[in-house]
C-alpha cells in the first residue's frame, strides 16, 4: 500500500535560514508526487511537482527514489512562506495520498 | 470564476441524523474528490468521480455516499451522523485524470457531530 510520511509536525525557522521539510514514500510504482500548500485563511493549492522539476516561490524539491523522499527545500526563508505543506503521492486515477503534513514557521 | 465552491461552511449534527454537503466547480472539470481531514492528520479520500453518473470509492468511504447527476455537482451525503465523522471535509477537482493533474480545492466543511 502507498504511504506518505511527513516526520515533523512542526518546522520553526528564522528568516534568511535554511529550510528543509521532510517527505519519505512507500509506493511499489514509479511514484509521481507533489508538494501542496495552505497558506493561512486560503485553499489548500499545489505548490509544485516533481515531474516539471521546476522552481516555485524559491522552492525546490527532488525525487530520490533510492531513499524514497521528496524533500522541499528553500535556501532562504521568508516570513510568507510560513504555512502547512502537504506532500502527497499521485496514483491511479488521479487519487492522491497525503502525508500529514508539516507547518512551517519563519520568524522575523 | 469561483472555482470549487462548498456549502455550508460548518455545521453541527447530532448523531444519527444526515445531511448533504454541497459541491459544486465552474471549471468544467471532469474529475472530483471528496477528502476528510482529522486533527492533525493529512486528507484521506472518501469518493471520487471521473465524471457525470460515475463514482467510486476512495480509502474511507464507509458512512457515506455520493452522486454526479451533473458536471458541476457533486454532493456528498451522510447517513446516521457519528461522533467518528467529526471531521473537515474538502471537495476537490481536476480537468483530467492523469497522474500529474493539479487538484483544486473547495474552501471546506467543518463538520462536528456531538
Known amino acids: 500500500a502507498q504511504r506518505v510520511t511527513q516526520p515533523e509536525k512542526l518546522l520553526s525557522v528564522f528568516k534568511g535560514a535554511p529550510v528543509e521539510l521532510k517527505c519519505n514514500y512507500s509506493?511499489?510504482?514509479?511514484?509521481?508526487l507533489f508538494w501542496y500548500v495552505q497558506y493561512s485563511r486560503q485553499r489548500l493549492q499545489l505548490l509544485l511537482r516533481?515531474?516539471s522539476r521546476e522552481s516555485i516561490k524559491g522552492f525546490t524539491a527532488d525525487l530520490n527514489k533510492g531513499e524514497t523522499s521528496f524533500h522541499l527545500k528553500k535556501p532562504f526563508a521568508q516570513e510568507e512562506d510560513s504555512a502547512m505543506y502537504y506532500c502527497?503521492?499521485?496514483?491511479?486515477?488521479?487519487?492522491?495520498?497525503f502525508g500529514g503534513g508539516t507547518r512551517l514557521m519563519v520568524k522575523p | 470564476n469561483a472555482g470549487v465552491t462548498q456549502t455550508p461552511k460548518f455545521r453541527i449534527l447530532k448523531i444519527g441524523q444526515s445531511m448533504t454537503l454541497q459541491c459544486t466547480q465552474d471549471m468544467n472539470h471532469n474529475y472530483m474528490y471528496w477528502y476528510r481531514q482529522d486533527p492533525g492528520m493529512g486528507l484521506k479520500l472518501i469518493y471520487y468521480?471521473?465524471?457525470?453518473?460515475?463514482?467510486d470509492k476512495g480509502e474511507v468511504p464507509n458512512g457515506y455516499n455520493v452522486s454526479r447527476s451533473t458536471t458541476e455537482d457533486f454532493p456528498l451525503r451522510l447517513e446516521l451522523a457519528a461522533p467518528s465523522q467529526t471531521s473537515v471535509y474538502f471537495c476537490a477537482s481536476s480537468y483530467r485524470g492523469g497522474l500529474n493533474n493539479e487538484q483544486f480545492f473547495g474552501p471546506g466543511t467543518r463538520l462536528t457531530v456531538l
Open positions: 468521480s471521473v465524471g457525470a453518473g460515475i463514482t
Open positions: 509506493y511499489s510504482g514509479s511514484p509521481e
Open positions: 516533481h515531474i
Open positions: 502527497a503521492l499521485s496514483r491511479a486515477g488521479n487519487m492522491l495520498t
